[in-house]
């Protein structure tokens, strides 16, 4: 793939590494190990409001 141009290298700190696994079919599975990207991302501590609180709130506005 990387010879091909449809990946190129990242020597970036937030990168995930990529590992294509075998189908029982014989295709191949594109995965990604986001294990270590998620232990260094930063949660939202804001988080979007659910739909019905929002309605609900403007039904009452």
């Given at each position: 793939?990387?010879?091909?141009?449809?990946?190129?290298?990242?020597n970036?700190?937030?990168a995930?590494?990529?590992?294509?696994?075998?189908?029982?079919?014989?295709?191949?599975?594109?995965?990604v190990?986001?294990?270590?990207?998620n232990?260094?991302?930063?949660?939202?501590?804001?988080?979007?409001?659910?739909?019905?609180?929002?309605?609900?709130?403007?039904?009452?506005?």
């Amino acid at each position: 793939m990387l010879n091909e141009g449809i990946i190129e290298p990242c020597n970036s700190p937030y990168a995930a590494p990529i590992t294509l696994q075998p189908k029982k079919d014989g295709s191949l599975r594109f995965c990604v190990d986001f294990r270590e990207l998620n232990a260094v991302t930063v949660r939202d501590v804001y988080p979007i409001p659910r739909i019905d609180d929002t309605l609900d709130q403007l039904q009452h506005a």
